[in-house]
């Protein structure tokens, strides 16, 4: 019964910020790893960041690093993606997908066991 709920998409204008969050349940808090991707229309799903809680390992996407930050909150069993400098290229629909394989890890580059429906984030003025 693993699920995944994404929340925190919307409108907002070039340079400013979104924070996206991603809860889970249904897996273990110690051994699953959570990636960010997004889609935009007519276009590959693209990872854009990740962390694990097996081994501590994180990854950003060369579009968004140093101006995303994932983090988690093991005790609300949420993941979060902190948005800054937000660019009209960032407009997709941003999905939250799990790998839950023991040893999970960011460097696996695979969290695509389970998906959230997704949360659209447009950027624009």
């Known amino acids: 019964q693993v699920q995944l709920v994404e929340s925190g998409g919307g409108l907002v204008e070039p340079g400013g910020s979104l924070r996206l969050s991603c809860t889970y349940s249904?897996?273990?808090?110690?051994?699953?790893?959570v990636g960010w991707y997004r889609q935009a229309p007519g276009k590959e799903r693209e990872r854009v960041s990740c962390i694990s809680r097996s081994d501590g390992s994180t990854y950003y996407a060369d579009s968004v690093k140093d101006r995303f930050t994932i983090s988690r909150d093991n005790a609300k069993n949420t993941v979060y993606l902190h948005m800054n400098n937000l660019k009209p290229k960032d407009t997709a629909v941003y999905y939250c997908?799990?790998?839950?394989?023991?040893?999970?890890?960011?460097?696996?580059?695979?969290?695509?066991?389970?998906w959230g429906k997704g949360t659209l984030v447009t950027v624009s003025s």
């Open positions: 249904g897996f273990s808090l110690d051994d699953h790893t």
């Open positions: 997908g799990a790998d839950v394989s023991y040893g999970s890890s960011c460097h696996r580059g695979y969290e695509k066991d389970y």
